[in-house]
């Protein structure tokens, strides 16, 4: 299925930039030792603008899921129904991100299974995560 492109910002420009060289970066403040995510300019815990970005394993669990039937994206249409999964990161289960879970049938979502990620083309070529169950 066709991801939608992503223009990256300042802000969010090195989490792209990994995506592209196939690596999982997240937010880490120096501060108070906290991963967060998505990108902002201070960490939401003690306010301190002492962010680094810190590779993560690419390792987590599915959390819970919802399938699409009938979405308003107009480049996604042709690839309904298809899953959308929250995924937990083993580096830090507060950390969740979103996974249309490729290659996982629309609706046969197992629930708490281990997933990896992996790196997708979108429309414009930047390269998106997206999680594979692993058995």
């Not at 970066?25 to 201070?42: D, E, F, G, K, M």
């Not at 987590?60 to 929250?86: C, T, W």
Request: with cysteine; glycine share 6%; aromatic share 6%.
């Amino acid at each position: 299925m066709p991801k939608q492109g992503v223009v990256p910002d300042e802000l969010t420009a090195p989490f792209w930039t990994a995506a592209n060289e196939q690596r999982l970066v997240i937010q880490h403040c120096t501060n108070c030792n906290r991963l967060q995510h998505p990108p902002a300019v201070q960490c939401a815990r003690c306010a301190e603008g002492k962010l680094e970005w810190q590779e993560m394993s690419g390792l987590g669990h599915i959390y819970s899921y919802a399938v699409v039937h009938d979405g308003p994206v107009r480049m996604l249409k042709e690839g309904q129904p298809f899953n959308v999964a929250i995924i937990t990161l083993d580096d830090d289960p507060n950390i969740q991100m979103l996974s249309h879970l490729p290659g996982t049938p629309s609706g046969e979502v197992p629930v708490k299974a281990a997933v990896q990620v992996v790196f997708e083309d979108s429309a414009n070529g930047q390269k998106i995560p997206e999680w594979k169950v692993i058995e």
